[in-house]
């Protein structure tokens, strides 16, 4: 049972270089997100999707494309990466329900030189 | 601007010490939950608290939410090592579904 799987887990980047993170979940949720977590910051929401085709921007969501193109992928991407954007990134599911728990994976770790 | 102010941001103690950590806002939150979070690896939940003035218990850690679902804490009995970790606390806000998460409470537990 993999329920939320992340890809890659670590990868280093130069400034300006793009790039595509990859989230998927087998646990037929509805409502996916994607956070950065950063040292003394919590976990920031970034983007999220309430369904298939459908994305919407959170707190910090700058610098950061989203595609839900099937129900079970959520990607993020980095269209000219920063050093702001060094951080680890998680993806998580949840039911289409209030009060639902997140479910997330086990984070990609990103460094921008 | 955190929403969710968690204390401390940082705590140490000897195992079979007995800890609290708190959770406050000054918004109202439909449910609180609390995650344990260990290096390398993604939050994992521990509790969802909905009612204000709930209680729950989970062996040795007992949940509050606050009678007017603003603030949580999170009880400790016995610490042991095993309960080292991040502990996260996050408010779903009333009338909408978005989390909002703390900073974390980092716990270290000696042996």
């Known amino acids: 049972n993999a329920g939320v799987t992340q890809t890659p887990k670590f990868r280093v980047l130069k400034t300006g270089q793009s790039m595509t993170l990859l989230c998927a979940q087998d646990?037929?949720?509805?409502?996916m997100y994607w956070y950065r977590q950063d040292p003394g910051m919590g976990l920031r929401l970034i983007h999220y999707?309430?369904?298939?085709?459908?994305?919407a921007k959170g707190e910090v969501p700058d610098g950061y494309n989203v595609s839900r193109l099937k129900k079970q992928n959520f990607l993020l991407g980095l269209e000219s990466a920063a050093p702001s954007q060094t951080s680890v990134y998680f993806c998580?599911?949840?039911?289409?329900?209030?009060?639902?728990?997140?479910?997330f994976g086990d984070g990609t770790r990103l460094s921008i030189l | 601007t955190q929403l969710l102010e968690q204390s401390p941001q940082f705590l140490s103690i000897q195992e079979g010490e007995n800890l609290t950590v708190y959770c406050n806002s000054s918004?109202?939150?439909?449910?609180l939950q609390w995650y344990r979070q260990e290096p390398g690896e993604g939050p994992v939940l521990l509790v969802t608290?909905?009612?204000?003035?709930e209680v729950k218990k989970l062996k040795r850690l007992t949940f509050q939410f606050g009678d007017a679902r603003k603030d949580s804490s999170l009880h400790i009995t016995a610490a042991q090592p095993g309960d080292t970790g991040l502990y996260l606390c996050?408010?779903?806000?009333?009338?909408?579904?978005?989390?909002?998460f703390g900073a974390g409470t980092r716990l270290f537990v000696k042996a």
């Open positions: 998580a599911s949840s039911y289409a329900a209030p009060n639902q728990p997140q479910h």
């Open positions: 646990m037929n949720h509805e409502y």
């Open positions: 999707s309430v369904g298939e085709g459908t994305t």
């Open positions: 918004s109202v939150f439909s449910s």
């Open positions: 608290v909905v009612t204000g003035g």
């Open positions: 996050a408010g779903e806000r009333t009338g909408g579904f978005k989390t909002i």
